[in-house]
């Protein structure tokens, strides 16, 4: 088990340095001369020529590569140009809403997807299971940045029931930071909930129909004990997989909720960055982001040989 | 015994639009895919105002007779903008997922039937590009190359890309080792004879499932980065842009924003629907 985990470990260094290097690729990216375009409205000859000595792009581009993984690898993913911070400093202050965010949403898309999915397949071709389908489709197909702005409307605006924008730590004051990240997070769970009930569904599906449930029925065993112990227990093993790799897919969706709801995580650190044209920023929130979905993806087939004995060996 | 005049077996296109007529989602789905489609290319037409035309004296108006949609913050005709919207987001969706089959195909079919290094180069680019969430990439995309709805087009088409080499990939190697395909490379036919001629056409089902649902994620990402403002750039109308200028005005006009997001979602349900039942339509164990 421990030699399947290190080479699964080993397999990630070729995915890591390539993704590396596109990322690093992104910035010539820039129409025309990358000094000019990161120098923007400034075109005094004197700044393009500073920007062109503190980016290296003076230099061959796999010597500028090379000082630039450099410097990641110290943890120096550069400097903001607009708030003149490095970014890692930046990304170690806004990632903690986005975390907290991402953990919340994942807990509510389980608990409703993973109930719904064993319900539907238990109630397999009644109405339960038909209006299950329908709404995990419609959680699948609703794009979140517009369910976002009807629930602001609903509970916010009509109802006044939950703040509209704003986020409190849960470290600072629990309550008010429930109150104020459980819509963002629901909006933002809304899509993984949908497909989590699928996958449920059909793995409880495949499970119900197998034979060591049919072996624990023939023993006399109530069904509730049936689904819960035995058939359930089986078809969860993909849906841990599922949720850390899905974990690094709710960063990427933050983006679009922490925008409405104004939390100033992650995705508000990138968005505000690409209209600033502050590359570095924009660059280093995709390197971390991605970073965390590869080691997200290890832990999920860490995981997954965990939960499966012929892998434990 | 067959008589002689026993009708032609129906051919695999046909088989599966009998089986696809069968499910009433994915006919749902494909009828307002079709309806947004025409109303898409007929918007100049169909569209009662012109969708850019501001006018102070119908600022905000709800929904009436003459404004069926009600009006925006400029007072331009929601339903007019509506309409020409419809254009951005199927041509953003069609051409992305072109994009992503243009370059991902032939890389797959390349690694998939080339092999070795080949293989290694491609998977490995592919596995990084994978490794990137797809709305993050997509936006640095976007950012770099400079916001306008042919590059957000650029952006979701590139970003959707390694999806459709992977499938490829895994579709040639499950049937390059097929008896016909090593009867086609015995009786002397090229490698880029067999891979195109005998091995493309065994891959087009699933290509086609994974496009119509790589097109419902596409029509959703150009609204995101329209959303956000990389895409469609104001004061052309899509449903993403229409959506971020709704939000300045959700207490005093709330239905501004109702409309742009409820046809984006429409339009990828019946994306998804339809995907849903090709996947059926196409899968031998559904028959």
């Not at chain 1, 093993?237 to 709710?250: H, K, R, V, W």
Request: with cysteine; glycine share 8%; aromatic share 8%.
């Amino acid at each position: 088990m421990t030699r399947l985990i290190a080479r699964r470990m080993l397999q990630l260094l070729p995915t890591l340095f390539i993704l590396s290097v596109i990322i690093f690729l992104l910035q010539r990216l820039l129409p025309g001369d990358p000094a000019l375009a990161l120098a923007g409205d400034d075109q005094d000859p004197r700044v393009i020529a500073e920007i062109r000595r503190q980016w290296n792009l003076d230099l061959p581009l796999p010597v500028q590569y090379g000082y630039w993984i450099a410097d990641v690898l110290r943890g120096d993913l550069g400097q903001s140009m607009r708030l003149n911070t490095p970014v890692a400093d930046l990304i170690v202050q806004k990632l903690p809403a986005t975390l907290q965010l991402a953990v919340m949403a994942l807990l509510i898309s389980l608990a409703i997807g993973v109930t719904a999915g064993v319900i539907s397949a238990v109630r397999k071709g009644t109405i339960v299971d038909y209006v299950a389908n329908v709404v995990a489709l419609a959680g699948i197909s609703v794009p979140n940045f517009w369910l976002g702005i009807m629930l602001i409307l609903l509970f916010s605006i009509h109802l006044g029931w939950l703040p509209a924008s704003g986020f409190v730590p849960i470290t600072e004051d629990w309550r008010t930071s429930l109150a104020t990240s459980i819509l963002p997070a629901f909006v933002l769970g809304s899509h993984f909930a949908g497909v989590l009930m699928r996958h449920t569904r059909s793995a409880m599906l495949e499970a119900i129909e197998s034979d060591y449930v049919r072996t624990a029925r023939a023993k006399g065993l109530g069904e509730g004990r049936v689904v819960l112990r035995h058939a359930m227990r089986n078809a969860l093993t993909p849906i841990i997989t599922l949720g850390a790799l899905e974990f690094g897919s709710l960063l990427s969706g933050a983006v679009l909720t922490e925008q409405i709801f104004s939390i100033p995580g992650f995705g508000k650190l990138i968005v505000d960055a690409v209209f600033n044209r502050d590359y570095a920023v924009v660059q280093g929130v995709v390197l971390v982001t991605a970073t965390i979905y590869v080691l997200m993806s290890l832990l999920a087939d860490i995981g997954y040989i965990l939960a499966n004995p012929r892998l434990r060996g | 015994m067959a008589s002689a005049n026993a009708p032609a077996p129906a051919s695999p296109g046909a088989r599966v639009w009998r089986r696809l007529r069968r499910r009433r989602g994915a006919m749902v789905g494909l009828f307002v895919i079709l309806t947004v489609a025409i109303v898409a290319a007929l918007a100049p037409w169909i569209a009662p105002y012109d969708p850019v035309l501001q006018s102070w004296t119908t600022v905000r108006k709800p929904p009436s007779a003459a404004h069926w949609f009600g009006t925006d913050e400029l007072g331009r005709d929601i339903f007019s903008r509506i309409v020409h919207g419809a254009r951005a987001s199927m041509l953003a969706g069609v051409i992305s997922v072109a994009i992503a089959i243009a370059i991902g195909v032939p890389l797959g079919l390349l690694a998939g039937y080339v092999g070795r290094w080949v293989d290694v180069v491609i998977s490995r680019v592919t596995d990084a590009l994978l490794a990137c969430p797809f709305l993050i990439l997509a936006i640095a995309l976007a950012a770099f190359l400079g916001p306008s709805l042919t590059n957000a087009m650029i952006a979701i088409g590139v970003t959707a890309t390694p999806v459709m080499i992977r499938l490829t990939r895994g579709q040639v190697l499950a049937v390059r080792s097929l008896d016909y395909v090593d009867a086609a490379t015995s009786v002397g036919n090229p490698p880029p004879r067999v891979a195109l001629r005998h091995i493309l056409p065994n891959v087009l089902p699933a290509l086609m499932v994974q496009s119509t649902l790589v097109l419902a994620s596409a029509i959703t990402s150009e609204a995101s980065l329209s959303f956000l403002g990389l895409g469609q750039q104001p004061p052309a109308p899509s449903w993403g842009s229409m959506l971020n200028t709704a939000q300045r005005s959700l207490t005093t006009a709330p239905w501004i924003a109702v409309w742009p997001g409820a046809m984006i979602f429409v339009t990828v349900l019946s994306f998804n629907l339809l995907g849903d039942g090709l996947r059926d339509a196409l899968d031998p164990r559904s028959r």
